[in-house]
């Protein structure tokens, strides 16, 4: 049995003709549906991964220098890294600002206060008015051990995993490191206190 077929071509506007301007409209509401779907599911998931309060709160620390003595320095936890407060006395700030650029084999800063290609002078290192006191994330940035202060052939720090040497100023000497290690957003928020973050 054969289904007779109407071969008749039907133009549009014909009755019986297809209108194309309803199949876009439903062609453009269900693709907005399932964009409004799609980011109705994925919205639960990416809040998720905002820090929560705790994590924020500690997204800063103020930290009372007043009792540390020149030539002393405290390990204070910051982000869960240890951060070195360190007022230096005026023989390693001699020491650091007596170093050639030519001689470090990191140039950059690596601080986060200035400008990212800023020169690793120990002045850089460093806020202006404060020099004296190095504030610096304790980690040695070969493997991220933790480098021993006062130590090693430069008189700052000493990685004892793999032999990096530090200067006063925290910045790589000597040993497979390569970079100085980095100093945090911070600043003094009056003569006793230095927040960091």
């Not at 930290?63 to 006395?89: C, E, F, H, L, N």
Request: some cysteine; charged content about 20%; overall charge negative.
């Amino acid at each position: 049995m054969t289904v007779p077929t109407d071969s008749r071509h039907v133009e549009p506007g014909e009755a019986g003709a297809p209108d194309p301007s309803r199949r876009d409209f439903l062609l453009i509401a269900t693709g907005a549906f399932a964009v409004v779907g799609a980011a109705s599911f994925a919205w639960p998931l990416i809040d998720q991964m905002n820090p929560d309060a705790a994590a924020l709160a500690l997204s800063s620390v103020e930290v009372d220098v007043s009792s540390i003595q020149q030539g002393q320095s405290i390990t204070v936890m910051w982000r869960g890294k240890p951060v070195a407060v360190r007022y230096r006395s005026d023989k390693e700030m001699q020491e650091a600002k007596a170093v050639a650029l030519g001689d470090l084999k990191d140039p950059i800063a690596r601080n986060a206060n200035l400008k990212d290609d800023a020169p690793a002078t120990d002045q850089n290192r460093t806020v202006p008015g404060k020099e004296a006191w190095l504030v610096m994330i304790e980690v040695c940035t070969h493997l991220g051990c933790i480098p021993l202060g006062q130590q090693g052939a430069y008189g700052g720090w000493f990685c004892p995993c793999h032999g990096s040497q530090y200067d006063t100023a925290g910045r790589i000497r000597q040993g497979p490191a390569p970079e100085n290690m980095a100093i945090p957003p911070f600043q003094f928020i009056n003569e006793k206190t230095v927040r960091i973050g």
